[in-house]
Nanobody
């Protein structure tokens, strides 16, 4: 079992920045591929970014160049730095852990956090 707790969400103006954190506990953190997803009201949960234990990363086209995923294996924490935020980035952001080496879809993830709200005002 892996427990994931997100933090760092909030309200920000368009063009601003936020950094989300996800603290993991319960199992060897480096065993998992970590990812961030988001879900806006009335929409399906969508992939944002993923990072392997080797720090190899992959991003959705909509956030490439604006968001950066990183992990600190010593702290069992994964981060999502979000810059140049847009109103369309407004969503609940979820942290997830996957056993799969490469995971860009929600069904590939085994564990999920409760989510943190990000609201970007125009």
């Amino acid at each position: 079992q892996v427990q994931l707790v997100e933090s760092g969400g909030g309200l920000v103006q368009a063009g601003g920045s936020l950094r989300l954190s996800c603290a993991a506990s319960g199992h060897t953190f480096t065993s998992y591929t970590m990812g961030w997803f988001r879900q806006a009201p009335g929409k399906e949960r969508e992939f944002v970014a993923t990072i392997r234990w080797t720090s190899m990363t992959y991003y959705a086209d909509s956030v490439t160049g604006r968001f950066t995923i990183s992990r600190d294996n010593a702290k069992n924490t994964v981060y999502l730095q979000m810059n140049s935020l847009k109103p369309e980035d407004t969503a609940v952001y979820y942290c997830a852990a996957a056993i799969a080496l490469i995971a860009t879809t929600a069904p590939q993830y085994n564990y999920w956090g409760q989510g943190t709200q990000v609201t970007v005002s125009s």
